[in-house]
């Protein structure tokens, strides 16, 4: 090792050569060290990462998976990996060698994060708990097929959580109407039409701007989406391919967003029509659920009441799932297949009513002997 201390500063520093990825030999230095120690660490800590070791720790591990997401991910998803991460996993995890993480430690590790609380003292949702190992466990798997990990320790623990909630809370349209009642402001009142009769997302009302509508076709053109990521505001390409996609509306809804629209003050129409915050929305909803006594639920909520909805007029699942933006038809089926009624005994009275078959000829009804 390369560690040496600077007689100017009285620190230590570590400066070596190592062979980069690219197979150039290049030189790295980091100063700035308060003990021999720290700086021998931090260089083998270095080394081992680019070497591709599995001696490297859990957390240069993260470092080199979020640096291969970071052109591959949008803003958003790339956001909330690191929230997660930073506030799930590096605090158990970052600083144990990877070839050391073992299926007995990731088990220790879920059930450590499942007697954990949120801040108001409630334990996570099982959805969230299966989110955040599904994290570790991709991580781990980068370094099964990157870096010569032999197994994904993770896979052999098993997974925790659930990936769909136990129950799923939605509107039916009376809820709603009574709801509604007592939004008496333009704005909110033009956003939760839209998120009800429309089961965009919110982010793509967000981004919504009125050269988005055809009034004349009664078309939405849904083609971003917003977010807001370390403070800056960001209008980027919708969640999937699928997202992209044309709603039919109908002829009401274009006239609440055209009065809407109607009393905006200098207004461009390639802005954003709702220059507001998600917290404001929610606010919004809080708001109105507490004077119309309708039963909470959230903003993400309203794609579920839409959905609800069409399926009770008869819609079928596909339509459903292009109207929703769902990149597969399987994901609407899994949300909302146990919304469609039971069939089974109407199909088998309909197959009666169109039956044409009598009973069989009474020479039949004895018991056949064989010849």
């Excluded at 062979?19 to 660490?41: H, I, L, N, P």
């Excluded at 997401?69 to 590096?90: D, F, G, S, V, W």
């Excluded at 099982?126 to 099964?144: C, D, E, M, P, R």
């Amino acid at each position: 090792m390369s560690v040496a201390k600077d007689p100017k500063t009285g620190k230590w520093y570590s400066k070596f050569r190592y062979t980069d990825w690219t197979g150039k030999r290049v030189q790295k230095k980091k100063c700035g060290f308060v003990k021999k120690s720290d700086a021998q660490a931090w260089e083998r800590e270095f080394l081992a990462k680019a070497s591709m070791s599995c001696d490297m720790s859990f957390a240069s591990l993260v470092e080199l998976y979020m640096a291969d997401c970071k052109n591959r991910l949008r803003q958003t998803t790339l956001a909330t990996k690191e929230h997660i991460i930073r506030t799930k996993l590096l605090p158990d995890l970052g600083g144990l060698p990877i070839n050391q993480i073992t299926p007995i430690t990731v088990r220790n590790w879920q059930n450590h994060l499942m007697e954990g609380t949120q801040k108001n003292g409630a334990g996570y949702s099982k959805t969230y708990l299966k989110t955040v190992n599904n994290q570790l466990s991709a991580i781990l798997n980068f370094a099964v097929k990157y870096y010569g990990l032999p197994n994904n320790p993770a896979a052999i623990s098993g997974s925790i959580g659930k990936s769909h909630a136990d129950t799923m809370l939605f509107w039916t349209e009376d809820e709603f109407k009574t709801f509604i009642r007592y939004i008496d402001r333009p704005t909110p009142y033009c956003i939760f039409n839209l998120l009800f009769y429309t089961g965009i997302r919110e982010g793509e009302l967000l981004a919504l701007s009125l050269s988005d509508f055809d009034f004349s076709a009664a078309i939405l053109h849904i083609t971003k989406n917003f977010a807001k990521v370390n403070g800056q505001e960001i209008i980027s390409e919708p969640k999937t391919p699928k997202s992209r996609r044309d709603i039919t509306l109908p002829a009401f809804l274009c006239k609440i967003v055209q009065d809407y629209a109607s009393r905006l003050v200098d207004y461009s129409p390639g802005e954003r029509l709702f220059p507001v915050t998600k917290s404001y929305v929610n606010h919004a909803l809080e708001s109105g659920c507490k004077k119309s006594g309708v039963k909470k639920i959230r903003v993400h909520d309203f794609r579920h009441s839409h959905a609800s909805l069409l399926i009770q007029m008869g819609y079928p699942i596909l339509l459903i799932s292009e109207r929703l933006g769902h990149e597969k038809v399987q994901t609407t089926l899994q949300l909302y297949g146990h919304l469609y009624p039971d069939v089974h005994g109407s199909v088998a009275q309909r197959l009666e009513d169109s039956s044409a078959a009598d009973l069989p000829p009474a020479a039949w009804q004895n018991p056949e002997k064989s010849s």
